[in-house]
Nanobody, 126 residues
Framework: VQLQAFGGGLVQAGGSLRLSCVAFGVSFSRNTVGWFRQAPGKEREFVAAISWSGASTVHADSVKGRFTISRDNAKNTVYLQMNSLKPEDTAAYYC????????????????????WGQGTQVTVSS
């Protein structure tokens, strides 16, 4: 049971990538899902989150206006569209499901998430 992130790669600064998060063995159509990232030597940081219906989204200030989170519950998939990428966006990107009952106001808190899967590496060259 895990969420798996796909779609990472090497891209030049200013380029775009779209990441996908797919659930295996579990549904998250009724759960908030978040994207996080972790660069070498740094702590895991919040990137974006989306409510189960897609009606509410939150994006970290560092990616606001450049990244967009969305979801397709029919496909059990959450997306992260990343535009205008910068070298400082280089990191392993992870998705996870917020634990049932956790408040949406705490979407940026990693301890409120479970079913972390293997991340996908995003490398932005200057």
């Amino acid at each position: 049971v895990q969420l798996q992130a796909f779609g990472g790669g090497l891209v030049q600064a200013g380029g775009s990538l779209r990441l996908s998060c797919v659930a295996f063995g579990v549904s998250f159509s009724r759960n908030t899902v978040g994207w996080f990232r972790q660069a070498p030597g740094k702590e895991r940081e919040f990137v974006a989150a989306i409510s189960w219906s897609g009606a509410s989204t939150v994006h970290a200030d560092s990616v606001k206006g450049r990244f967009t989170i969305s979801r397709d519950n029919a496909k059990n998939t959450v997306y992260l569209q990343m535009n205008s990428l910068k070298p400082e966006d280089t990191a392993a990107y992870y998705c996870a499901r917020q634990v049932p009952g956790a408040p949406f106001a705490r979407v940026a808190t990693t301890s409120f998430y479970h079913y972390w899967g293997q991340g996908t590496q995003v490398t932005v060259s200057s």
